[in-house]
């Protein structure tokens, strides 16, 4: 009988524990900077599961209405076209992290045997920090522009600080999502026209002050935005 | 013994040659004649340097799965020799026994192209033929290729056991791709060259220039290997054209491309013809970074070529590069090798805003008309090849110019590097030319 009970305790505690840690693994987001990849053992080129290479995320394809989940991602690959989720660190070819040892790298492309044009995207589900107002991030952006969505709501990013390599995005967030379990995702659509499409992601992190982009980086905008402008303008004539 | 492909005696010795490359030797050995090295016929060599009057040559790597390893054999009186096979060195190829054209049964195209082939391609009549009949598709299930493609293949080994072909073409509407289910699907190429056979590893190439829209631009290329042998390597199974005086001497590499900045294909291709002994006043070398937004910048006329690279759909020159007249050959351009670093070039249909290898040979390709600006060969990727998957363009272009015959060229370019990345190499053409 003791025994009957002891062991009963011993499953309950480690029933309890088991789902403390699922509540925990929901609740806090993790490896906002890539650093935990484990990618020992596999050469660069190699599928490695996401579980090593991007723990805490999901990872997926989508072309129209249907989702492609991956269970693995590759190691250093950069595309030449094709839609790939890859987590590259110094080993990759042209590319270099943009913090740290390790940095996600999404492309849009062509996906699958009868490479259908999908969009490249990383999800995570968690807990956004009460009193959150912004969302920031290192990233390299080349052909179409990235999307971000939290809690379903896509977040308008805004270029805040440009780097040699990179640059600093940041982008407010309602502030119902604060305190909420969500679930966060950046996603870089297929390409539109001849280049390919590449969004290089690091240093995810979440601020409780809002965003306000520098004044150059908003003149600078402005006046492409007027220059843009003009130019139809002119080419209407 | 069995499966013997040659022998050779001495005064009262012999040696055999297995079709495995390895050797047996029996009889008299009061000089060691029966010796036989133990590491030779396991051997591979990774790595040579060759050393030419002006200066040594880039280290070119062999493929990592070299066709047998020992082809001749001789024996004299007391001593026995025996050749290992390299394929930089051109020995006389016998393709009785060395060369295997595949074709497929369910395509009437597929059957014309290899018999054009073989009544019209210069001292190859007498090659070996295998007609195999699987989908005329460009994508191969498993299965069918496990039953139809690699079995047949595979049975007429064993019913030829004396001869075991370094050389195979796959000709029109023989599938490119093997859907394993992988993101990147490897080529039928990689599969056959790498797990069809035990201790068989061909040089796998296509002549398969036409997706599947007639056979003009196939029987168009095999007009070209005919036209080229007669009038400048008569008599010659391998086709030199700048050894009859063709004046192919030009290499053109366009760098410019739109976000890969830290990678110059182009720029290694242009240090390994330097050190093959080009002259510098012979590569044309482009590199706009990023890619400036037109033509400008780019490569868009050439003479004579010899090679060619460029970035394809990843910059201004766009998808259509080929045969939109951005990029225009003139002067003797139709003996050349070309490579583009891009995704899925080697698919019949262009994909993803990128070029495609049915562009290259089309008959207004590159400026011309009547096929007249063609290449000779092209290395393709039938899947995605990431940035280090694609071939070698060192390699390439490097033992183009120091003319080795195209095979070799393509495939030595597919290093193990490459192979880390992608298995989706395509190698485009005739394997039995050199520049």
Redesign the interface.
Known sequence: MKLSIKFTTIILTLTFLAFSQSISAQDTFENLDFESANVSGH?????VPISDALPGWSAYFTSGTTTYPQT?V?Y???????A?ISVIDDNA???SPLQGNYSAFLFG??YG?N?V?ASASISQTGSVPSGTESLLFDAYV??APFTVALGGQTINMTPLQAFQNYTEYGGNIPSSLAGQIETLSFTEP??T????S?FELDDISFSTNAVTPEPSIVALTAIGGLLFGARKGFARR | MSNVMAIAAGSAHGVALINDGTLVAWGDNSSGQTNIPAEQPTTVITTITITTTNGPMPSFQTNTHPPIVCKLIAAGGFHSMAALYSPLVQYPVDVTKDLLLIYNTNSIDSSNVCQYYLTHRPMVSNANVLGIGCTNSEIIEPSDYATNLAGPVQSWLATNPTKRPSYVILFQDIPSRLDTGAPSTPSVQYELNTSCATNWSPFVTSINMNGTDGTNDCIAYINKLASIGSNYSPGQLIISASAGGYGNTNWYFDDTECCYAADAPGMTAEQALIQAGVSSNSIFYTNVYPDCGSLTCHITTATNVAGYLCWGGHSSLGPSYATNESIQCFGQSTWYVMQTIESFNGQRNPCCGLGNFLSWFASNAFGGTNYSNTPVGAVCNVDEPYLLGNNNSALYFGEWAAERIFAYCGWNSFTIENQNYSHCLQVVGDPFTTK
């Open positions: 050469s660069p080129g190699n599928l693995q590759v250093d690959g950069i595309s030449l076209g094709g790939v070819a042209a590319f492309g062509g045997v490479e044009l080349y052909g297929p390409a026209g001849a280049q390919p590449m």
